[in-house]
């Protein structure tokens, strides 16, 4: 086989047909530039020029933009993965002062025993007495301030009670907005290993100022309403299926551009692009649903994975709660179902 296609190349390069073109993958990435029609690297796409300089301008404009896009991505990359460390530390560290708080009622209970026993005299700044919350009635030896008086320590107990009690439901709200602030993160980076241009870079470097995570680099004019080009593929049933890329692209996608009868796609309790197939008030073949499934799987965190669980759902039943971040959305009405991560024989349109 190896011979017969350097025997095609040679008639080629003998017979003068010179055809200048480059190359690139599904991605669209580049794999290279030919000065013959090099069929043998079907299934590629290529673009075909005229003039060998153009070609040579727009292949290492290209490459150089990928590396400053690379360049940037690496940058990214370390300051999300920084941050998210940063957060699970503070959650391990909420976590053990929440299980401190729970140990609270012990003070609950030192405080009702003192009460019930002020006619003790205590011994040796303790008070021994019968744990009338013990099944078994044994006895407990509860420590004392020798500054003050048995009622008093009392008091003292109960006050620790309510504030670990307080500090249990601060924690708990605390631990909550932390994995929030995890699962945002880790859906940045997922945005940033996806760019797939200057334009999705850009995208998440505005979410990210806007969200007071980094600084303006210089004043920036005000641009007139985001409109976002999305990845757009074609169901076998006709119909436009539409992949955000970043957070900011998923949000247009999802609140202003679906309609309620569109059918929206997401990777479950992964990071991954909101996807959205528009019925145009048609009813979809079982088909389409799997296609989009299979797109919202291959454009998630789980692409490399065996299978992946989808949720879906009519976009009338999503919420986005106030205040929220980019791209967060709610919904307890939804289906799912397990496919590959796999865009093969997928339309793509172009």
Not at 31 to 53: H, M
């Amino acid at each position: 086989k190896e011979w017969i296609t350097i025997n095609l190349i040679m008639d080629k390069v003998r017979a003068k047909e010179f055809s200048f073109n480059i190359y690139t993958d599904e991605n669209p990435e580049q794999i290279g530039f030919y000065c013959l029609d090099a069929d043998y690297l079907q299934p590629f796409n290529k673009e075909q020029y005229a003039d060998p300089g153009m070609l040579l301008d727009d292949y290492y404009s290209g490459a150089d933009n990928k590396n400053k896009i690379n360049q940037r991505v690496a940058s990214l990359i370390k300051s999300m993965n920084t941050k998210i460390d940063r957060d699970r530390k503070k959650v391990e560290k909420q976590r053990n002062e929440l299980l401190n708080a729970e140990d609270r009622e012990k003070y609950k209970i030192y405080g009702e025993l003192i009460i019930a026993n002020l006619h003790k005299a205590p011994e040796n700044h303790k008070l021994t007495v019968v744990n009338y919350y013990d099944p078994e009635q044994r006895e407990i030896t509860i420590p004392l301030d020798p500054k003050l008086n048995l009622s008093q320590n009392s008091q003292k107990f109960f006050k620790r009670y309510n504030k670990l009690k307080k500090a249990e439901e601060e924690l708990q709200k605390l631990i909550e907005i932390s994995l929030n602030e995890i699962q945002y993160l880790e859906n940045i980076l997922y945005s940033i290993e996806a760019c797939e241009d200057i334009d999705d870079l850009e995208d998440i470097y505005n979410e990210l100022i806007s969200e007071g995570m980094m600084k303006k680099k210089s004043k920036v004019k005000k641009t007139k309403e985001y409109k976002p080009e999305f990845t757009t593929f074609i169901s076998s049933g006709g119909h436009e299926i539409l992949v955000g890329r970043n957070n900011l692209q998923n949000d247009v996608l999802t609140f202003k551009t679906g309609k309620k009868d569109d059918y929206w796609f997401h990777a479950k309790n992964i990071p991954g692009s909101h996807v959205l197939i528009r019925t145009e008030g048609d009813e979809l073949k079982d088909d389409e649903y799997v296609e989009a499934a299979r797109i919202a799987a291959y454009y998630s965190k789980g692409r490399n994975a065996g299978s992946v669980e989808i949720d879906y759902t009519k976009k009338a039943n999503l919420k986005k709660p106030p205040n929220s971040k980019p791209g967060f959305v709610i919904y307890d009405t939804n289906y799912s179902m397990l496919v590959e991560p796999n865009i093969t024989g997928i339309k793509i349109k172009q």
